[in-house]
């Protein structure tokens, strides 16, 4: 279990922009993929946006060309920058972190998350 920390998280006016932040202290991001989920009210949790080892991203499809997710393995932070928000995007946003491992032929792959922080609310207000 990665104890991570989320951050950032506020209310933010329709079209307005805010960056989530998630470290954790005592380990290095450069041995896991890491993810940003979201649970809205009333709905399932979903994935926003995930980032493998390889800096390889992907994005639910309500968000691509909107949010962003970096990693830097320097200062070991995990960022969601989120463009142009929507009141749809109001919900708590989770960060996630699975173990990074190597397949047979040498391609990244990602384990599935085991570890979540407690969350941060963001508000969207139309």
């Known amino acids: 279990q990665v104890p991570l920390v989320e951050s950032g998280g506020r209310s933010v006016q329709a079209g307005g922009s805010l960056r989530l932040s998630c470290t954790a202290s005592?380990?290095?991001?450069?041995?896991?993929?890491m993810a940003w989920e979201r649970q809205i009210s009333g709905k399932e949790r979903e994935t926003v946006a995930h980032?493998?080892?390889?800096?390889?991203?992907s994005y639910l499809d309500s968000v691509k060309g909107r949010f962003t997710i970096t990693k830097d393995n320097a200062d070991n932070h995990v960022y969601l920058q989120m463009d142009s928000v929507k009141p749809d995007d109001t919900g708590m946003y989770y960060c996630?972190?699975?173990?990074?491992?190597?397949?047979?032929?040498?391609?990244?792959?990602?384990?599935?998350?085991?570890?979540w922080g407690q969350g941060t609310q963001v508000t969207v207000s139309s």
């Open positions: 996630a972190a699975g173990r990074a491992v190597q397949a047979p032929d040498g391609t990244p792959n990602c384990l599935p998350a085991t570890s």
């Open positions: 980032i493998g080892s390889d800096g390889q991203t």
């Open positions: 005592g380990y290095t991001f450069t041995d896991y993929c």
